[in-house]
């Protein structure tokens, strides 16, 4: 077999020029399997425009090699599994009509679905679905920031950060180049876990410590500096804030106008139908 795929690519490499120009007049077959045959025609989908020659041998045989693979495959599925030929036509048949009528819900949707979703939106789906929103870690505001032990200005950044001036923290963000890694919006919620990874130096114990509002840790390592102040803990079963879970629930609204706009869709076409006697239940 791998020596009939090197023959068909020879032969087609030699037979580039011809190879590539359809005639729809006579059918050139250009491989083989069993009773099956591949045509020149069959490759008139698979070219874009402009493309270089080798570029079009390449793709032709990359073809011709996955279609002979398909073809024997197919043959020993055919042959081994000949018993369950009427289950698979069925499942076929079953799947075409639910690609027709899952294109066409996706049609009407796109076309008339409301997407615009506003703060008032979200703030009433909040309200009426809070207990649906309860969290499985624990939240966490905070600031931090990553330096070189040995920096010159050492004092100055650890004076800046611990202040809560906001003339403070503006000087901080405006000495972004010292820092090493920087969280300073402590207005955000941030995952608990994702502060671990943020800084590998905390660990399982400085746990309890940090989620604990208002706390302070600061460690180092052979060669940083890490300063982590807490400003507010959610912790693990509490709700979660709408802004933390706002992108959530504007998917969720979503979702559920897309299942209202295909129930209506539905019984609209139903009773359209049932108006015009298209249909008879006996």
């Known amino acids: 077999m791998k020596y009939r795929y090197i023959c068909i690519i020879a032969i087609i490499s030699l037979q580039s020029c011809d190879y590539f120009t359809i005639k729809k007049d006579n059918k050139h077959p250009v491989a083989r399997v069993n009773n099956t045959y591949l045509y020149k025609e069959d490759f008139k989908n698979i070219f874009t425009e402009n493309i270089v020659k080798q570029d079009s041998i390449l793709i032709a045989n990359n ?3 996955n279609w002979i693979k ?3 495959l197919l043959s020993k599925a055919h042959l081994n599994l000949g018993n369950k030929t009427e289950e698979f036509e069925e499942l076929v048949i079953k799947y075409r009509k639910d690609l027709f009528i899952n294109s066409y ?3 009407v949707v796109k076309q008339y679905l409301n997407t615009e979703i506003t703060k008032k939106d979200i703030e009433q789906f909040y309200k009426e679905n809070s ?3 309860k969290l499985n870690e624990e939240l966490v505001k905070l600031k931090y920031i990553k330096i070189d032990k040995e920096i010159l200005n050492k004092k100055e950044l650890i004076k800046l950060f611990n202040s809560t001036k906001k003339e403070d923290l503006d000087s901080l963000n405006s000495k972004e180049l010292f820092l090493k890694s920087h969280h300073l919006n402590d207005s955000i919620w941030v995952k608990y876990s994702d502060l671990m990874l943020k800084i590998p ?3 399982a114990d400085d746990k309890k410590q940090l989620l604990k509002k208002g706390s302070f840790i600061q460690k180092e390592d ?3 500096l890490y300063l982590v102040a807490i ?3 959610l912790k693990r079963n509490e709700i979660a ?3 933390y879970i706002t992108p959530t629930i504007k998917q969720m609204i979503l979702h559920q106008r897309k299942l209202l706009l295909i129930r209506n869709i539905e019984e609209t076409l139903i009773d359209d139908a049932n108006k015009k006697q298209q249909f008879e239940i006996y």
């Open 105 to 107: 819900k996706e049609a």
């Open 231 to 233: 400003k507010q803990v």
């Open 63 to 65: 073809y011709i090699n």
């Open 131 to 133: 207990q649906n929103f």
């Open 222 to 224: 052979s060669l940083s």
């Open 241 to 243: 804030p709408e802004s």
């Open 201 to 203: 130096v905390l660990n």
């Open 70 to 72: 398909q073809q024997l």
